[in-house]
């Protein structure tokens, strides 16, 4: 077998063009500083290289430019992404067993960070967009009503965008939890470019909120792994954050990342308008070149749901096109060399960064015009079953640590989860541990198992069965 590294090799060989991450889309014009990263410059911290955890000099430069760059009052560098930035900052806004409210929709790291500081989520359930089943935007009266309802409530989490793009109104969000003291932490995973402007939507930190994390490696110029958080306001104490990135990111951080993101925060002070106002103008001329698509549909800025919507994720639908997005992703891989980053029943998305170029949004064009007029229309497959928000009976801490067994999938209804399930990507957690498995949940599980969703669960035998808690030890108390 070869080598992992020769493996890699080849399939930067095999030309693909990618619509998935990392946002630099290869683009060696664009990051110089990307090719030159090589193994003479792989050290961590030595004498003359400052130091990501106590930084004086040049990375304490480099993050204060990037928070002058995005406008929050700290910006703190991230080598293990946007999850660590989760893990810290919401270890850093809260106590254990605080209670939170959490927006369901939230990425496994949220529910990891959840799980190790104890705490109580009240879960808000985002409505679904209809054709493309993905969340719609969180609505500011489910964040209003919730917090009214939980004065004790001590952080409020949320995506924005999401996975498919679809931004919440944030500013409206972060005035409802101000007004009460308190602190609001976006996943801004997904939207490191925004805010810069260019045409892009506004970004979390200039709406006020008090943490937000940044993938950079997704959208922009930057390696896999570099993320950003940022810090603002005086609801988050900066010595706690300081002391809990100490905690979740390695004593070792990697100079090819740490160079990287420094690079990448180089390249938007001194070129980032332009470049995303060319972004920008890329996707649109790319709508319009797919104006004419007849099954395909493409996710629009102005759906219902949506407050806003981030364009540099393209969401091509696929409902009554006679295929789904699994087979359209397909599709695109085998007949076009094209490589999407997600497929789901009714959509695929195609993740567009700053490294793309026109030649690569051509082609993109050319292929789903070329697929569309070969559709046949209907036949994509019976609707996604709706999830349920499931009930919690245990905290995840609590289940987690119960006796379990494998409990096959006809016989899991009404059992009590003890592993978390997800659809991979997006990585959003189903069902957490604790809570129970309904049967409306268990009929949406199977059916997405059946049409090929990629299902995964944290003890990973989902094919022999669900881990639940056992019964003879939960209900015999
Ligand atoms: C919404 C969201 N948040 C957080 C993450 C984790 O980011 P990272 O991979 O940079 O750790 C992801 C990853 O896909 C994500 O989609």
Redesign the pocket.
């Known amino acids: 077998m070869e080598a992992l590294w020769e493996r890699l090799v080849q399939w930067e060989k095999s030309g693909a063009l990618p619509f998935h991450m990392p946002g630099h889309k290869r683009n060696r014009t664009l990051a110089p500083y990307l090719d030159a990263l090589s193994a003479g410059l792989d050290v961590t911290e030595i004498p003359g290289f400052d130091d990501l955890h106590a930084p004086e000099e040049i990375l304490k430069l480099a993050m204060e430019r990037a928070a002058r760059l995005y406008g929050s009052e700290d910006a703190y560098f991230l080598v ?4 660590g930035g ?1 893990l810290a900052g919401i270890r850093a806004a809260t106590r254990r067993g605080d209670r939170v409210l959490v927006a369901r929709a939230c ?1 496994k ?1 949220v529910y990891h960070a959840l799980e190790l500081c104890a705490l109580q989520p009240i879960y808000l359930q985002q409505d679904c967009l209809d054709e493309f089943a993905c969340p719609a935007s969180l609505a500011v009266e489910q964040v209003e009503e919730a917090l009214g309802e939980h004065p004790d409530i001590r952080l409020v989490i949320l ?1 924005s965008p999401s ?1 498919e793009g679809v931004c919440s109104d944030i500013p409206s969000i972060v005035e409802a939890a101000h007004r009460r003291g308190v602190p609001v932490f976006v ?1 801004e ?2 939207g490191a470019h925004l805010g810069l402007g260019g045409g892009f939507p506004p970004g979390a930190v200039a709406a006020g909120a008090d943490l937000v994390v940044q ?1 950079f ?2 959208t922009l110029p930057s390696l896999t ?1 570099t ?1 950003m958080l940022h810090r603002s306001g005086t609801l988050v104490s900066r010595e706690e954050l300081t002391r809990q990135l100490g905690i979740f990111q390695t004593s070792s951080p990697s100079y090819l990342l740490l160079a990287s993101l420094e690079g990448c925060v180089s390249l938007l002070e001194q070129r980032g308008e332009d470049l995303l106002q060319e972004w920008r103008g890329r996707l649109h001329r790319f709508d319009q070149g797919v104006h004419g698509l007849t099954h395909l549909r493409l996710l629009p800025g102005t759906e219902r749901g949506v407050f806003a919507r981030d364009p540099s994720k393209i969401v091509i639908g696929t409902k009554g096109s006679g295929m789904t997005g699994l087979a359209l992703s397909q599709r695109l891989r085998q007949e076009f060399g094209i490589q999407l980053e997600m497929a789901a029943q009714p959509y695929a998305i195609a993740m567009t960064g700053m490294g793309d170029t026109d030649q690569a949004m051509e082609k993109l064009k050319e292929a789903l015009l070329t697929i569309d007029g070969s559709c046949q229309g209907e036949g994509d497959g019976t609707p996604l079953l709706e999830l349920p928000l499931p009930k919690s009976c245990l905290s995840m801490e609590e289940a987690l640590t119960r006796p379990f067994r494998l409990c096959p999938w006809e016989e899991a209804s009404e059992q009590l989860a003890a592993e978390s399930i997800w659809a991979y ?3 959003i957690p189903l069902v957490v541990p604790g809570e129970v498995i309904s049967a409306a949940m268990l009929a949406a599980l199977s059916q997405r198992k059946a049409v090929g969703v990629n299902l995964i669960s944290t003890r990973g035998d989902l094919n022999q069965g669900i881990a639940v808690v056992d019964s003879d030890t939960f209900f015999a108390e």
């Open positions: 293990n992404g946007s999850t989760i990425h790291a995506t996975y996943d995973a997904h993938s490696h997704k792994q993320a990507p997006p990585g």
